[in-house]
């Protein structure tokens, strides 16, 4: 019998884990189980010691909540890390809970995360060293649309091109990919996050009522529109009244909310547009038979795909579970690593 080295007996019990290392959410693939892992990217820190606490789910039912001493934090911003150790903390308790989940105890995880497009070297380098130091065996950066484009189902690595708009929590992120490689791309940090923002503001300078970042994603999620609706929505918010200082609970309309939210959404709209003017005709053709996918937690917005489908005068179609497009396409990395080796980005 032919001697095999320890690595090789490491290997079968070893992790393969893609991660969507996103601003408002973090989602975790193990390779051979799926998605066993889908938390916000919520830490609730001591302020003293700036200890983490609480992460993931429980920090984020604490958000608003915390006493004077504690501190609720996302560690990540427009996609990208802004407080190092805090994220270091974040990947630790993740790659940790993926081990728990599989009764893989003892091998360090080869990791496949995917950055924003826009990121910068420096950037880049501190998603790196976060998680090597985090207990990977071996980490690997992907941006994200070309991530996204993998989790869909486009054929990234075929003469054909595709278009990919990747609305996440921080950054939005456009491209057009066409064997292997990136056509033209565009990063633009508005995304989830600036929307919430957007509703926090209409509904303050409309009504004069403050309301929390959470009861801004609910009522995003639940009659936030991009294109009139067939049928108008209304919901319920509560908050104060910065007039009286008082609780306060008011009805509004998917038609006020679309209003509050249009101008991020024209800047999507208007980047997409950007990023198809640099276009060659020859993937203009391909783009007129294939159409556009949307991806991200974005791409679930009423609407939205009906909207830039006449704005745009192409098709435009919502991805398959859009919310794990990033995470199922770090994964597909790792299945098969020498194939997809062309789609993962090289450091300086």
Not at 80 to 107: D, G, M, N, R
Not at 191 to 205: F, S
Not at 247 to 275: C, F, H, M, Y
Not at 276 to 287: G, K, R, T
Request: charged residues 25%; negative net charge; proline residues 5%.
């Amino acid at each position: 019998m032919a001697f095999r080295p320890l690595s090789w007996l490491f290997g079968l019990f070893s992790l393969d884990i893609g991660i969507d290392l996103g601003t408002a959410n973090t989602l975790v693939n193990v390779r051979g189980k799926g998605i066993v892992i889908n938390e916000p990217s919520w830490v609730v820190i001591d302020k003293k010691t700036r200890i983490p606490e609480k992460i993931g789910l429980q920090a984020k039912e604490m958000v608003g909540r915390t006493p004077v001493t504690h501190l609720a934090v996302r560690p990540l911003r427009d996609g990208v890390i802004s407080e190092y150790e805090i994220t270091k903390a974040l990947i630790e308790y993740f790659l940790s809970k993926a081990h728990q989940q599989t009764l893989v105890p003892l091998p360090r995880p080869r990791v496949v995360i995917g950055i924003p497009s826009g990121a910068t070297e420096v950037e880049k380098k501190a998603v790196f060293d976060a998680a090597m130091e985090s207990g990977a065996r071996e980490t690997y950066l992907i941006e994200e649309p070309m991530a996204a484009a993998l989790g869909a189902g486009l054929p990234v690595t075929d003469v054909v091109g595709s278009m990919v708009v990747d609305i996440g929590g921080g950054t939005t992120e456009v491209a057009v990919i066409s064997m292997n490689g990136v056509v033209v791309s565009r990063s633009l940090r508005v995304a989830g996050d600036e929307l919430d923002q957007d509703i926090i503001t209409y509904i303050r300078n409309k009504y004069n009522l403050l309301i929390g970042e959470r009861m801004a994603e609910q009522v995003k999620m639940t009659i936030g529109s991009a294109y009139p609706l067939p049928t108008e929505k209304t919901m319920r918010v509560r908050g104060r009244n910065l007039v009286t200082g008082l609780p306060e609970e008011l009805e509004i309309s998917s038609v006020e909310i679309r209003e509050g939210l249009s101008s991020s959404l024209q800047v999507i709209v208007d980047t997409i547009k950007d990023a198809l003017d640099e276009v060659p005709p020859e993937i203009i053709s391909d783009l007129i038979e294939n159409g556009i996918c949307l991806a991200g937690g974005g791409a679930l917005i009423l609407g939205l795909k009906e909207r830039l489908s006449d704005e745009l005068n192409l098709r435009v179609w919502v991805a398959e579970d859009p919310l794990t497009c990033v995470a199922r396409g770090a994964g597909m990395v790792l299945e098969d690593l020498e194939r997809y080796e062309k789609l993962l980005v090289v450091l300086d």
